[in-house]
């Protein structure tokens, strides 16, 4: 809990996007969320530029002043959102075709109505996703290549209607077999 202690006043702007990003990768939705909130209210001006020295009036995030910027913490900061969205990595690295699609794995209770279109998931995978009143309620996988998709289940217990016969459901991962080019 150090590491998330309530002072941060050694912490610079992007260390905020870093860790929203660490957050959201291990599922920790509001915890992400509040991290990004401050990394925007605290180190992005108004032009949109990142900046690593807090901009609050009291300084309350870390140390303020001036205003030297930088391009990574914007970058993090979208790679951020990105896992609170969509996430596909394996549990095996460098086994090939391991890895799990996770849909809205990291979504915070503010974002009940969100929604994506065609981010990329490993192996190339195409997915488009809607989540309204906080549960998704569509999704659309398109393949790259023929194999098969490795889907999490973050149904809520409801189960998908896919439009594939081959669906399997083992250890709370949905498998499916697809062609190249084939939308599930």
Request: glycine share 10%; hydrophobic share 40%; aromatic share 12%.
């Amino acid at each position: 809990e150090e590491w998330n202690a309530p002072r941060h006043n050694e912490w610079c702007g992007y260390s905020w996007a870093w860790m929203a990003c660490m957050q959201a990768r291990v599922g920790n939705a509001e915890s992400a969320y509040h991290h990004l909130d401050v990394f925007e209210k605290a180190y992005i001006l108004r032009n949109g530029f990142h900046v690593n020295q807090d901009q609050t009036l009291d300084a309350r995030y870390g140390w303020g002043g001036g205003k030297p910027f930088t391009l990574e913490g914007n970058f993090i900061a979208m790679q951020a959102i990105q896992e609170m969205l969509l996430q596909s990595w394996s549990a095996t690295p460098g086994k090939l075709d391991s890895g799990i699609i996770r849909i809205f794995p990291a979504t915070p209770k503010e974002w009940a109505d969100v929604s994506f279109t065609d981010l990329r998931a490993e192996g190339g995978y195409k997915v488009s996703a809607i989540r309204k009143d906080g549960k998704i309620t569509w999704i659309s996988i398109t393949a790259k290549k023929a194999g098969i998709v490795r889907v999490k289940d973050n149904f809520e217990g409801k189960t998908p209607k896919w439009n594939s016969k081959k669906v399997k459901l083992q250890n709370g991962i949905y498998e499916i077999p697809v062609e190249r080019g084939q939308r599930l």
